[in-house]
């Protein structure tokens, strides 16, 4: 099996790419309706290709190597890179004094190498599954639109973009995917374009994204000079010596990074900024609501469950450079802890069905950075396996709100449509199985995963020497979770129970979607009931992850404290809170919006609370005080500034080249013999130079 | 000539065979389509005939990596211009312009394989004298011709200083070898004392034709204004190729360090060649005439590996050698030029050349799916021409400009010459952006003006353009084998590698 790795890695990218470039040249004159089929062809071979991967890493995992912590084998993991081929070499370029008299040289390389490890491979599986269901939802769901082939093009570009993103085994090369998942985001989100909302979101989310990009091209080039390569793996040198790769088994194996003190912090804060830009955490998240504005198949996809786990991603990928620096894991969880509550809080009085759905993506994303912040394996783990159950169910619940949306015209206030079930029966059953998998119900998927980050950050609480800080997060990741099922509850018995309602846009004619629609739903709600329970029961998604070299170097460089007993305690807990959630959305909802519930929103604007949730804690407006109006003010000034001085300035610069070459065009006359003067005057303006030496022309 | 060199000559003679098969059997029959098929049949030949011999010292010839590299350049060039200039079957005068394109692509081979002044000399002007036919044969309109005389006369006066200095070399080696030559000026049996800095001149000032250097560039806007797209595709790489690996045999291995003067020449022309070209080309509004100022500017570039190569003396693990970025860049530049042009001929018709950059107005939204696909086509080539990343023209400049940076210089100030070259050329780069850019501007932001073009009749030359467009591309994503390709064929390399063969040659 593992002969076939490295043809699996290619297959993976290349059919999606293949796909769309095959909808972009013939979409509109030939296939038109028929855009979606080269696309949907090359993501289920790709699909195929992740599966075969999994299996196939999973053969050619050393025997016996199991919980990497409990045993005491030296577990290194498992990796194996395939060179494509090298994009760039520039010799020497790194060159830092080792010595008195010694100093290291490096070339700069750009390799382009796929890697195939149990997080790569987990990651490639889950993106091409859920795209494959996503662009068989879209057949149905984007019919008879005007860029029907256009859509199916991105999404073909955007797969392709992101399992490159999570298959490279390079920081520049994560950077230039990076981008590339984030241009084919920005594309769709304004896919509507003629839509001034649609268009204004794309260019807010391109925009925010971009302070985050800088964060993480920064930490890039500081990588480059405290390490002196950006591989991941290792490598041979020209002299023949192996460069240790930043992530790679030679430096991994020595027990330390290399690194430490400020730099470590910084490339740490640096790498955080970034993913905070991608995956919509605090203070950053305020594109993902609006980019809602996208096709909803886009929002299930991209802004759910696929890019904007990217920067869950490359932090679980740095994780040995996380564990280099206690300040950096705190300010990871910190962050992570602070947007789950702070997501959870906005969703609470949220009216828009997608935006809800948004809050909670922000506030569960929160919570992968949670687990990724307690520098524990157990957190690591706990934070991925909380990304790979949260797609399935998210994803889920988005494609079904695009089911809502489309039977109720496009309308997603959720004050506007009501006791929905019997008109769409099959959406409010699998509706019904994602609301309960993110609340947290005991046994689906979102409740283990939930649980394992909950106990991970209970045991760093529990932890002799560890601050306070991670016992606050721990209160407040609970917190957070009564919340989830609160606000998951509100959306699901206003849009399915209680008196029947339905909005003009409808047409009267409000039906249950076609079956491409409905078959992606159901297949993802059985997942979400059963990936948590299954993997739980197994071990098997654990064991795996573990096997990445970065997760082994966690559970050897910070071995699992023996079981506190803390795990069923907390389990329970979650549990309780759950379901406390979940009754309490009952009992305020359920039928109808109740006098209860009335009684709860004015208790809420007596002490301003509920204003504060609605207005998503003023942050957008925060941004217009802090960051546009001075921007504006500044940007005024500069206009100012541009239109009389700069300005003119440039275009007086501006013109200096085409006003030489002005003065000098009358040279080219066109006559021969002036061209020929010309010639031997040059000719004799260099002999006079050599023979009279340089220094008359300034050498 | 032995009968080691006859047989090492194989490839050139079959493209000359070819030459005359289709000039004499041209008088009888004109349909140009058919001497294309014989023309790109004997360019086969000569590659098969190339791959098959195996290389091998036969004086007056020098059969080295370099030759070879060029060699091969020359037979792939030449099959992108016989494609590019692919026409429709009435056509007279097809079989004179094929023939006279088949005897330059020999004449090139034949430079490539010198080992010899003489030699050297006769395939310069093998590639000279069927120009001025293709010249004056290809648009016989009074700008066509002026354009030929322009180009003969302004020829034969860089010929004669070229001679000039090439004969300060064997008066001062007694031979016309260059290997011989290098070796006496090596071990002092001859000497070109106080001349050495002259025939340096003078051999930089007549090759500077060639390659259209400032100031021997006069004829270059004037005469690819005047003649066809296909004369200006030749015109843009044929005199170039050779005239540099001229540059390369004459100064770099025959003059060998016999005199500082040459890096100096050598930076003096880049500076001034690649400034006047970009400045120039910022006023063009006739494309021939504005891809003329940017082959000239493109020579200023070419000309920073080779003051890189004559400075000699890199820091410790530079990464460039100056030859090898120079022929890497000549590569790049030719596909994308080459490219150009024959994407301008699928645009035109028989007798109504595109030739205006406003022809070119919104050409990205014209009607014809292929017109679309050559707009992105040109965009492709201009972007790569620019130097923007990730095409072939990013790692190009790379090359040279890093080189010129890596140079540490044997005399003083030396390094901070070739630091402020490094500067200069890319400042340049970002002038040359404004009207390479203006183009693609042209193309997508501009409503189209007069009526939409078929040109559907002309799809070898749009495949032409489609070879030329993938390659860019593709040396850009995957450029460090054809780096090393280049970096094989260098002097230095040969230095590196096989100094038993040069001893041989002797």
């Given at each position: 099996m593992e002969s076939w790795i490295p043809l699996l890695l290619v297959l993976i990218p290349v059919l999606p790419l293949a796909g769309a470039a095959l909808t972009a040249v013939?979409?509109?004159?030939?296939?038109?309706?028929?855009?979606?089929l080269p696309v949907v062809v090359g993501i289920a071979g790709s699909f195929l290709a992740a599966a075969g991967l999994v299996l196939a890493i999973h053969g050619s995992?050393?025997?016996?190597?199991?919980?990497?912590?409990?045993?005491d084998s030296v577990n290194a993991g498992y990796e194996r890179t395939v060179d494509?081929?090298?994009?760039?070499v520039i010799g020497g370029a790194y060159h830092q004094p080792a010595g008195p008299d010694a100093f290291v040289m490096r070339d700069f390389r750009i390799d382009v190498t796929l890697r195939a490890d149990p997080l790569s491979a987990i990651m490639l599986a889950m993106v091409t599954f859920i795209s494959l269901l996503v662009a068989v939802y879209s057949v149905g769901y984007m019919r008879?639109?005007?860029g029907y082939w256009r859509f199916f093009a991105y999404i073909g570009l955007f797969v392709f973009s992101m399992t490159m993103l999570v298959s490279v085994s390079n920081f520049l090369l994560l950077y230039v995917f990076w981008e590339a998942v984030g241009l084919c985001s920005y594309l769709l989100i304004g896919?509507?374009?003629?839509r001034p909302a649609a268009a204004a979101a794309g260019k807010k989310a391109f925009l925010v994204n971009r302070i985050g990009d800088f964060g993480f091209a920064l930490g890039v080039f500081l990588i480059w000079t405290a390490f002196?390569?950006?591989?991941?793996h290792d490598t041979l040198g020209a002299d023949g010596r192996i460069v240790a790769g930043v992530l790679g088994e030679a430096r991994l194996e020595g027990g330390s990074i290399g690194i430490g003190g400020g730099t470590a912090t910084w490339i740490c804060l640096l790498l955080l900024l970034g993913a905070c830009g991608k995956s919509a955490?605090?203070?950053?998240?305020?594109?993902l609501p609006d980019a809602?504005?996208?096709p909803t198949p886009v929002s299930a996809l991209i802004?759910?469950?696929t890019m904007v786990t990217a920067g869950v991603y490359m932090l679980a990928r740095c994780a040995p450079l996380l564990l280099a620096t206690v300040d950096g894991q705190m300010a990871v969880a910190l962050i992570g802890g602070f947007t789950a509550l702070l997501g959870g809080l906005i969703a609470?009085?949220?009216?828009d069905l997608k935006r809800i759905l948004a809050y909670s993506t922000i506030s569960q994303l929160g919570y992968m950075f949670l687990g990724l912040g307690t520098g524990t394996v157990l957190g690591a783990t706990a934070g991925m396996f909380h990304l790979f159950t949260h797609a399935f169910f998210k994803a889920l619940l988005f494609l079904g709100a695009g089911s809502v949306m489309h039977a109720m015209g496009g309308v997603v206030d959720?004050?506007?449509?009501?006791?929905l079930r019997r008109i769409l029966p099959v959406t409010h059953a699998t509706f019904l199985v994602g609301c309960l998998a993110l609340s947290g119900?005991?046994?689906?998927?979102g409740f283990f995963s939930k649980d394992l980050i909950l106990v991970a950050v209970h045991e760093r609480a529990a932890?002799?020497?560890?601050?306070g800080l991670y016992q606050w997060l721990y209160w407040s990741a609970a917190l957070t979770a009564l919340l989830t099922a609160f606000y998951t509850f509100r959306a699901f018995f206003s849009t399915f129970y209680g008196q029947k309602q339905i909005p003009h846009e409808a047409g009267g004619q409000a039906h249950e979607a076609p079956r491409s629609m409905l078959v992606p739903l159901v297949v993802l709600a059985v997942c979400a009931a059963l990936v948590g329970g299954y993997f739980e029961v197994t071990h098997g998604f654990a064991d795996y992850l573990q096997q990445t070299p970065s997760i082994a170097y966690l559970a050897r460089q910070?071995?699992?404290?023996?079981?506190?007993?803390g795990h069923r305690e907390v389990m329970l807990t979650s549990a309780v809170i759950a379901l406390a959630g979940i009754g309490l959305a009952a009992a305020l909802y359920?039928?109808?919006?109740s006098a209860a519930a009335d009684a709860a929103r004015r208790a809420g604007q007596a002490v301003g609370f509920y204003q504060l949730s609605l207005r998503k804690f003023f942050i957008d407006e925060v941004y217009q005080v802090l960051l546009v109006w001075p921007g504006l003010a500044v940007a005024r000034a500069s206009d100012w500034i541009d239109q009389r001085i700069i300005d003119r300035l440039v275009n007086f610069v501006g013109r200096v080249p085409p006003a030489v070459g002005a003065a000098i065009?009358?040279?080219?006359?066109?006559?021969i013999p002036f061209y020929a003067v010309g010639m031997v005057f040059g000719l004799l303006v260099l002999l006079a130079a050599v023979l009279m030496g340089w220094g008359w022309l300034g050498t | 000539m032995s009968s080691d060199a006859l047989w090492q000559l194989g490839p050139e003679t079959l493209v000359a065979l070819a030459a005359v098969v289709v000039y004499v059997a041209g008088a009888f029959a004109a349909p140009r389509a058919a001497w294309s098929w014989v023309g790109l049949a004997g360019l086969g030949a000569a590659a098969l005939c190339l791959a098959s011999t195996t290389p091998q010292a036969a004086e007056?010839?020098?059969?080295?990596a370099l030759a070879l590299w060029l060699r091969w350049f020359a037979l792939a060039s030449g099959a992108l211009l016989i494609l590019t200039s692919w026409r429709p079957a009435?056509?007279?005068d097809g079989a004179e312009l094929l023939g006279s394109l088949l005897l330059i692509i020999a004449g090139m081979m034949l430079v490539a394989a010198a080992g010899d002044l003489v030699l050297l000399f006769l395939g310069l002007e093998l590639i000279s004298i069927p120009t001025y036919i293709v010249l004056f044969v290809g648009r016989r309109t009074s700008e066509g011709r002026e354009a030929a005389v322009k180009y003969f006369y302004l020829s034969i006066l860089a010929s004669a200083i070229l001679l000039f200095g090439l004969s300060f070399l064997y008066g001062a080696?007694?031979?016309?070898s260059i290997e011989g030559i290098h070796q006496r000026l090596l071990d002092g049996g001859g000497s070109l004392g106080g001349f050495a800095g002259l025939a340096l001149v003078f051999i930089f000032a007549g090759l500077s034709y060639k390659i259209a250097?400032?100031?021997?560039?006069?004829?270059a806007p004037d005469v690819y204004q005047g003649t066809t797209n296909d004369g200006a595709a030749l015109l843009s790489v044929a005199p170039k190729a050779a005239g540099f690996l001229a540059l390369v045999r004459l100064v770099?291995?025959?003059?060998?360090?016999?005199?500082?003067d040459a890096w100096r020449i050598a930076l003096a022309l880049a500076v001034l060649t690649m400034t006047t070209g970009n400045l120039l080309a910022l006023?063009?509004?006739n494309l021939r005439r504005l891809l003329a100022y940017s082959s000239i500017a493109h020579a200023g570039y070419m000309l920073i590996g080779l003051a890189v190569y004559l400075g000699g003396?890199?820091?410790?693990?530079?990464?460039?050698d100056g030859v090898a970025a120079l022929l890497f860049y000549l590569l790049i530049y030719a596909l994308a030029t080459v490219g150009t042009f024959a994407a301008l001929n699928y645009l035109g018709e028989t007798g109504q050349p595109?030739?205006?950059?406003?022809?070119?107005?919104?050409l990205a939204w014209s009607e014809e799916p292929r017109s679309r696909a050559t707009a992105w086509l040109i965009a492709a080539f201009m972007f790569s021409l620019t130097g923007?990343?990730?095409?072939?023209g990013f790692w190009g400049k790379l090359a040279l400009f890093a080189g010129a940076l890596g140079v540490r210089g044997t005399e003083p100030a030396m390094r901070s010459w070739f630091v402020g070259l490094a500067v200069l050329g890319i400042v340049n780069a970002a002038i040359a952006a404004a009207y390479y850019l203006r183009v693609v501007g042209a193309m997508f932001f501009r409503m189209p003006m007069g009526k939409p073009r078929?040109?559907?009749?002309?799809s070898v030359p749009f495949a032409a353009a489609v070879i030329c467009a993938l390659l860019v591309v593709a040396i850009g994503l995957i450029p460090t084998p054809w780096y090393e390709a280049a970096d094989r064929a260098t002097p230095a390399a040969a230095a590196r590698e096989a100094p038993e063969m040069i001893a041989d040659a002797r």
């Open positions: 013939l979409g509109r004159p030939v296939l038109a309706g028929r855009s979606h995992l050393p025997a016996g190597a199991n919980l990497p912590g409990a045993g494509l081929w090298n994009w760039a008879g639109d005007r896919f509507w374009y003629e002196g390569t950006l591989n991941f955490q605090f203070p950053l998240h305020v594109w809602m504005e996208g802004h759910a469950a609470l009085t949220q009216t959720i004050r506007r449509f009501g006791g119900f005991p046994l689906l998927s932890e002799s020497g560890s601050t910070a071995p699992q404290p023996a079981a506190t007993g359920w039928p109808r919006r065009r009358p040279v080219q006359n066109g006559l | 007056p010839l020098r059969i080295d009435a056509d007279a080696a007694g031979t016309t250097a400032v100031p021997f560039h006069f004829y770099a291995v025959a003059a060998e360090g016999v005199s500082s006023w063009q509004d003396n890199t820091l410790a693990g530079a990464a460039f595109v030739d205006h950059v406003d022809q070119l107005a919104g923007i990343p990730p095409l072939a078929t040109g559907g009749s002309r």
